[in-house]
T-cell receptor, first 113, second 115 residues
Framework: KAGVTQTPRYLIKTRGQQVTLSCSPI?????VSWYQQTPGQGLQFLFE???????NKGNFPGRFSGRQFSNSRSEMNVSTLELGDSALYLC????????????FGPGTRLLVL | DAKTTQPPSMDCAEGRAANLPCNHS???????VYWYRQIHSQGPQYIIH???NNETNEMASLIITEDRKSSTLILPHATLRDTAVYYC????????????????FGKGTKLSVIP
């Protein structure tokens, strides 16, 4: 079974621009979670989507948003990019029920100049 | 989620067992211990998890103390490919029916396997 895939793998943007990242979960998985990883803050939870609904949200500003489609694929959007948004963005998928393990994708490396 | 404490770094000789400790003294009865590892700039890789019994899979063994306040991840025969940051995470099991949870990562243990 194919793993979690994320596109693009690398991205360079400038301040003020917006960006959309995509995540395709493992087949059959209905939950997609997004995390941000930076050297200073480590891995931090952004939000989780399940059946096209945001089910959980971390402590990030409204510039960070996401959505999930009926096929469980998910996108996250960051508007008005700041230098501090440079990070590795990871998504993880799971079946979405209690006790299910999250499996991570390879991440998208975003550099904001 | 309960907080975990791990040593910042450890070395292990190739071919020897790597024993990575984790303290989670405030763990609650319904909280699982999860282990992930992250090889440089890749996505975290799931290793193993457990509640109160010891667990073993093809990658590792997880030993949880009887009081559940600490655990040890064991890689039985470490190889150079096991060099990574290992994260111990205590994850609360959601009984709300929503099934939602988030993983709270600490700084982990950087394991270096030495030839």
């Amino acid at each position: 079974k194919a793993g979690v895939t994320q596109t693009p793998r690398y991205l360079i943007k400038t301040r003020g621009q917006q960006v959309t990242l995509s995540c395709s979960p493992i087949s059959g998985h209905r939950s997609v979670s997004w995390y941000q990883q930076t050297p200073g803050q480590g891995l931090q939870f952004l939000f989780e989507y399940f059946s096209e609904t945001q089910r959980n949200k971390g402590n990030f500003p409204g510039r960070f948003s996401g959505r999930q489609f009926s096929n469980s694929r998910s996108e996250m959007n960051v508007s008005t990019l700041e230098l501090g948004d440079s990070a590795l963005y990871l998504c993880a998928s799971s079946l979405g029920q209690v006790q299910e393990t999250q499996y991570f994708g390879p991440g998208t490396r975003l550099l904001v100049l | 989620d309960a907080k975990t404490t791990q040593p910042p770094s450890m070395d292990c000789a190739e071919g020897r067992a790597a024993n990575l400790p984790c303290n989670h003294s405030t763990i609650s009865g319904n909280e699982y211990v999860y282990w992930y590892r992250q090889i440089h700039s890749q996505g975290p890789q799931y290793i193993i998890h457990g509640l109160k019994n010891n667990e073993t899979n093809e990658m590792a063994s997880l030993i949880i103390t009887e009081d559940r306040k600490s655990s040890t991840l064991i890689l039985p025969h470490a190889t150079l490919r096991d060099t990574a940051v290992y994260y111990c995470i205590v994850r609360v099991l959601s009984y709300s029916g929503a099934g939602s949870y988030q993983l709270t990562f600490g700084k982990g243990t950087k394991l270096s396997v030495i030839p």
